[in-house]
């Protein structure tokens, strides 16, 4: 892991599902490496009732509900789509779910307006096909056709970023579950092996970029994943995925509980002032999500590291929320602006302490931008 800047889920949990998998008792559908009773555990975290004699950390912060019905799902021979807000955790859900469920979570397709049939078929290697012709040596598969093979899940990212040719080749390899290969007289046909799937994911606020078509959409599940609004939660998600970004960073910094209620209840404000706005213009262009939550949060602790003494604080805090969210000039800095006259400013005045540095320090930031 020290070799990898981000080492994948069955990487990084190896001793974990290593555990599970040797106490689990539970049947296993297709070549599954563990039940969907001890796949839930290992998303969702264990309890005293699942009798294990260690502990195992909750990773992904959401409803039991979804991440259920996301393995009933998968253990089916329908594809799962997780669509929602960009930063509510899909992807990582997905990442989690594949290495729980096949210990390989790195077979994934990035769905861009660049990408083409090839990447979630097969293409070939020119070199090899000019000295030996076309054969299944000289054929790349894609990841997609890699899972396949080996009856494992695929991963399909940005789903609806895809064009629409891209997406209806995902068709019939989620209903015949085999690719057929034209170029080749002999052994021209990939079969799926048992255990095989796709879970893509999707931006919901991406809709009408590319939509998915009806016979596409048949194929899937949809898994919405909401944004999180319960504080109590939020405030778990950003604290889990911080602590961890920082343990990369090799960073020691404490983030005292005022402050991480500062920027809790900074984002809830701003999402609250967008849900009101009447016109584009009066949103921030971010979308407000706990993923830039905890790119803030993580921004203004190695601020405070490399430039600071060392002690995160309310100034550096602002510092940093400004400089991530005001995107577009003037007018994300202008709402910004408006927030801190309108909103905290009446807050310093009636709680004084953090909030008078949170104003001063996002007022100063404004200005070197402005």
């Known amino acids: 892991m020290s070799d990898m800047l981000r080492a994948p889920a069955e990487v990084k949990y190896a001793d974990e599902l290593d555990y599970l998998e040797s106490v689990d008792t539970g049947a296993k559908p297709y070549s599954w490496r563990l039940s969907p009773r001890m796949v839930r555990l290992f998303v969702l975290g264990s309890e005293r009732a699942d009798g294990l004699d260690r502990d195992i950390p909750q990773k992904w912060f959401g409803d039991r509900s979804f991440v259920e019905r996301s393995i009933v799902t998968l253990a089916s021979d329908r594809g799962l789509l997780l669509i929602g807000d960009p930063g509510t955790g899909k992807s990582w859900l997905a990442e989690l779910l594949s290495a729980a469920i096949c210990?390989?979570?790195?077979?994934?397709?990035?769905?861009?307006?660049?990408?083409?049939?090839?990447?979630?078929?097969?293409?070939?290697?020119?070199?090899?096909?000019?000295?030996k012709g076309q054969s299944r040596e000289s054929m790349i598969p894609s990841p997609i056709m890699t899972a396949m093979e080996q009856g494992v899940l695929g991963r399909f990212e940005e789903l609806t970023r895809s064009t629409s040719d891209v997406q209806d080749a995902l068709i019939s390899i989620l209903s015949e579950k085999y690719v057929s290969i034209p170029e080749l007289n002999d052994d021209n046909i990939v079969f799926a092996k048992p255990g095989f799937s796709i879970i893509a994911t999707a931006n919901s606020r991406d809709r009408g970029v590319n939509d998915l078509s009806s016979a596409l959409k048949r194929r899937?599940?949809?898994?919405?994943i909401p944004v999180v609004t319960n504080k109590r939660s939020e405030a778990e998600i950003v604290r889990f995925r911080t602590e961890e970004l920082l343990r990369r960073h090799h960073v020691e910094l404490d983030v005292p509980p005022t402050l991480l209620d500062i920027l809790l209840q900074s984002f809830a404000d701003l999402r609250a002032a967008a849900a009101s706005a009447t016109s584009d213009d009066e949103k921030l262009e971010s979308a407000l999500s706990t993923a830039e939550q905890i790119g803030v949060l993580e921004d203004a602790i190695l601020h405070s590291q490399f430039f600071g003494d060392r002690t995160l604080r309310a100034s550096t805090l602002a510092g940093s929320l400004v400089g991530s969210l005001a995107r577009r000039s003037p007018e994300d800095l202008a709402i910004l602006n408006k927030y801190l006259h309108a909103v905290v400013e009446p807050r310093a005045k009636e709680d004084g302490g953090e909030w008078n540095d949170f104003l001063d320090g996002g007022r100063q930031t404004i200005a070197a931008l402005s």
């Open 103 to 131: 210990r390989n979570s790195t077979l994934v397709v990035q769905g861009t307006a660049g990408t083409t049939e090839d990447h979630i078929k097969y293409s070939w290697n020119v070199s090899m096909v000019i000295a």
């Open 220 to 224: 899937f599940n949809f898994v919405r």
